[in-house]
């Protein structure tokens, strides 16, 4: 059966690697157009770029770089985007950094370069992308969120708060957009198998959460379509140590 996500056009962050890779090769299967958006690794998300043309010549994939400190450089991405593929219908905030270390040695550059990423670039994409989702009656904006929005952990304050105010953030915009058939939807996964995985002190990565089945439940999630809808989805791991 064809998915309600089939031509519609999404605009990823952090696209270049792990998790974001994934939801991107999901959603180019599920028949979405896609801007991917990278902050560093031009290569990984030029490669993957063209593995998704490959694959699926009949649909759209545009890769571009950005540096997402820059905040206000982020509505000129919002509208090449959208020179590119017209009104984006998909925004998901992927993009993340994972400061580790305690306090004492965490900076304030450290500080307010996670909430850059982790919070502020999410407000900025949502606040720009929403008006159009609005007028259309339609829209998905799935924020990356992480158990630490939950919870707090010894050497990741900065991370923790980060994830506990894009949690916030993501309840508002789930009620203030639902009247106009724009989901919000805040997926707040364990830890999961990528290379920012690999910072997590003292747990067993092999118990981690694998990319590629998280990317397809996010799928699921936003194919729902109906009357039930879903404001914020936990996921945690099986065996945790």
Same mark, same amino acid.
């Given at each position: ?10 605009? !990823?962050?952090? %696209?270049?690697?792990g998790?974001?890779?994934e =939801?991107?090769i999901n ?5 979405? +157009?896609? *801007? ?6 031009s290569k ?9 043309r ?17 905040s206000p450089g982020?509505e000129?991405?919002?509208?090449k ?10 925004? !998901?905030?992927? %993009?993340g950094v994972?400061?580790?270390?305690? =306090?004492?040695?965490i900076?304030l550059?450290?500080l307010? +370069?996670? *909430? ?21 009656k ?5 924020n ?6 939950y919870?707090g952990?010894?050497n990741?304050?900065?991370y ?7 949690l916030?953030?993501?309840r508002s915009?789930?009620h ?6 724009v989901?919000?939807i ?5 830890s ?9 002190i ?5 118990t ?12 699921n ?12 989805v ?6 945790v140590q």
């Amino acid at each position: 059966m064809k998915s309600v996500l089939a031509g519609k056009n999404a605009f !990823i962050t952090g %696209a270049s690697g792990g998790l974001g890779k994934e =939801i991107a090769i999901n959603l180019a299967f599920l028949g979405a +157009n896609i *801007f991917l958006v990278a902050g560093k690794n031009s290569k990984a998300v030029d490669d993957l770029r063209d593995l998704l043309r490959e694959r699926h010549p009949g649909q759209k994939f545009f890769s571009s770089i950005f540096d997402f400190s820059n905040s206000p450089g982020l509505e000129d991405l919002g509208k090449k985007s959208e020179d590119i593929l017209g009104n984006i219908d998909i925004l !998901i905030n992927c %993009a993340g950094v994972f400061p580790v270390g305690p =306090i004492e040695e965490i900076t304030l550059q450290d500080l307010e +370069n996670c *909430f850059q990423v982790n919070l502020i670039a999410p407000f900025v994409l949502s606040k720009y992308f929403c008006s159009n989702m609005k007028k259309s009656k339609w829209g998905r904006i799935v924020n990356i969120g992480s158990s630490s929005a939950y919870a707090g952990f010894p050497n990741t304050a900065a991370y923790c708060a980060s994830k506990h105010a894009l949690l916030g953030f993501s309840r508002s915009l789930f009620h203030e957009f639902k009247r106009f058939g724009v989901r919000c939807i805040s997926v707040s996964p364990g830890s999961i198998k990528t290379e920012m995985g690999k910072n997590v002190i003292g747990q067993d990565y092999d118990t981690f959460i694998e990319p590629k089945e998280l990317a397809e439940t996010i799928g699921n999630l936003m194919a729902a379509d109906g009357n039930m809808i879903l404001e914020e989805v936990r996921i945690n791991r099986m065996f945790v140590q």
